[in-house]
């Protein structure tokens, strides 16, 4: 069963910069995805960023395009999302995914999560 550990979240000023991170335990095919969701307070979990393994696909939420940039460390087994330009609506618990279907923008039985790393953006 894999293990997904975040880090990175912290509090953090309105336009200022965050980078998390999301290390993966086991074997990653280049087929998987990994990525991240949000979930703030009162409000559904949403999708955020994913890159397929191989890194021949990205996608990101309309919100955090051209703000946020996903990327990954194969030697490593590491995620990053690099969050530039923060708003206080970005304001959330943050959940490493990995899904061994795929790219997906909604939970399914395919998709493993991390504990969650909280981000907060003051105004």
């Known amino acids: 069963q894999v293990q997904l550990v975040e880090s990175g979240g912290g509090l953090v000023q309105t336009g200022g910069s965050l980078r998390l991170s999301c290390a993966a335990s086991?074997?990653?095919?280049?087929?998987?995805?990994m990525g991240w969701f949000r979930q703030a307070p009162g409000k559904e979990r949403e999708f955020v960023a994913a890159?397929?393994?191989?890194?021949?696909?990205?996608d990101y939420a309309d919100s955090v395009k051209g703000r946020f940039t996903i990327s990954r460390d194969t030697t490593k087994g590491t995620v990053y999302l690099q969050m530039n330009s923060l708003k206080p609506e970005d304001t959330a618990v943050y959940y490493c995914?990995?899904?061994?279907?795929?790219?997906?923008?909604?939970?399914?039985?395919?998709?493993?999560w991390g504990q969650g790393t909280q981000v907060t953006v003051s105004s």
């Open positions: 086991g074997l990653i095919w280049n087929n998987y995805a």
């Open positions: 890159t397929t393994w191989s890194g021949s696909s990205t």
């Open positions: 995914y990995r899904d061994t279907l795929g790219i997906t923008t909604t939970p399914r039985s395919s998709t493993s």
